[in-house]
């Protein structure tokens, strides 16, 4: 299956590191992505990971894979108001070609 | 433009109307997606445009949807006789898919069309 599940809201206080969690169901995935997307706005890329990497770090952004259990994190250190956005992960499966299939999205608001 | 650029932002339509939605690629960009974003739903893949290669249409939810990409530019999805569950927003990406290199995965995102059937 193309599966890609998050949870739907985090809520989190600035300065605050926030985990955003993602789970996959297919094992054949070759890359898997986090876009952002900001209020009425189309998505951007923030990061990517290769399924033979464990772990990406990119500033404040950290990427941890768990291929066993088919686990996606992102992790943002001194979380700001600017980051409040909805965060999507997403996948290339092997053979899938080149159609990224995404997660539910998970919206991220930061308090002060 | 230097981004993707979508057409109309709004569109308010009939239930049983047809509607149409453009999209302008980043040029020079050779893929072309389209995806429809749901409240809740995440985003569902409808089709993709890649070169002169057939699209791929899998994800296209019924036949009152289709789509052109005229020239390996700009871009059209239409549908046909809108229901209401069709509301939503359907954002349109590109991509440069460069030859003998690793492609990266990045897509360009436009800002979307929202559409709501009455």
């Known amino acids: 299956g193309e599966d890609v599940e998050q949870s739907l809201f985090l809520s989190v206080r600035e300065g605050d590191s926030s985990v955003i969690n993602c789970t996959y169901t297919?094992?054949?995935?070759?890359?898997l992505y986090w876009y952002k997307q900001e209020p009425g706005a189309g998505l951007q890329l923030l990061t990517y990971i290769f399924s033979n990497m464990d772990m990406k770090q990119d500033q404040r952004l950290t990427v941890l894979l768990n291929k066993k259990d088919k686990h996606l994190s992102l992790r943002i250190a001194d979380t700001q108001t600017g980051d409040s956005a909805i965060y999507f992960c997403a996948e290339i499966l092997t053979g899938g070609g080149n159609k990224l299939t995404f997660g539910t999205g998970t919206q991220l608001k930061v308090e002060l | 433009g230097a981004g993707v650029s979508q057409s109309p932002s709004n569109k308010v339509t009939e239930k049983g109307k047809d509607v149409e939605l453009r999209c302008d690629p980043i040029s020079g960009h050779t893929a072309l997606y389209w995806y429809r974003q749901s409240l809740g739903q995440g985003l569902e893949f409808l089709i993709y445009?890649?070169?002169?290669?057939?699209?791929?249409k899998s994800g296209l939810p019924s036949d009152r949807f289709s789509a052109e990409r005229t020239g390996g530019s700009v871009s059209t999805l239409t549908i046909q006789r809108t229901q209401q569950e069709d509301s939503a927003v359907y954002l349109c990406a590109s991509s440069l898919m460069p030859s003998g290199r690793l492609w990266t995965g990045e897509l360009f995102f436009g800002e979307g069309s929202r559409l709501t059937v009455l």
């Open positions: 297919d094992s054949s995935s070759t890359y």
């Open positions: 445009f890649q070169g002169n290669s057939a699209p791929d």
